[in-house]
């Protein structure tokens, strides 16, 4: 079944290739890694957040890295940025919390992606629903959502 992110890596020619798993609420990258056998370091989260303004954007981060909000701001140009609740989310993007997927969203955001990211040879990232992950190049992120690279993760 075709989502709003699978349907739009499709109009945009992205070869992918799905990886479907059982969703865990609250479970987290650790759970869709660990079901799939990939490490959670190739699993890239989408998370959805907000600034002062109440303008909402997207961070792009690994699985086992968490974001630090205030390096991100700095980065951003942004006095704070935080995260959305998840209904705001919701509404932003038209996914449902744990399905997020920074593809086909209801209406185009700002995408800032952690830049080690865009070194790994391949990565997994949401499909457009809980339990599913799509297998890319992560060059096909620079190319179809053209995000700002970043360093702002925190953690090992």
Do not use: W
């Amino acid at each position: 079944m075709k989502t709003p992110a699978t349907k739009f890596l499709d109009e945009h020619g992205v070869r992918y290739t799905e990886h479907v798993y059982e969703y865990v609420e609250h479970g987290g990258t650790a759970v869709s890694s660990e079901s799939l056998g990939v490490p959670e370091h190739e699993v890239v989260k989408t998370l959805v957040m907000e600034d002062e303004a109440r303008a909402p954007l997207v961070v792009l981060m690994h699985g086992d890295r968490k974001v630090s909000t205030k390096e991100l701001a700095r980065q951003a140009g942004k006095k704070r940025i935080e995260p959305c609740r998840p209904e705001v989310a919701q509404r932003h993007t038209g996914y449902q919390v744990g399905g997020t997927s920074p593809f086909g969203l209801r209406k185009p955001l700002p995408v800032y992606v952690e830049r080690s990211i865009l070194e790994l040879p391949h990565i997994y990232i949401n499909g457009g629903r809980r339990g599913l992950l799509v297998r890319i190049a992560p060059g096909e992120l620079s190319r179809i959502l053209r995000p700002v690279p970043v360093s702002v993760a925190l953690g090992t």
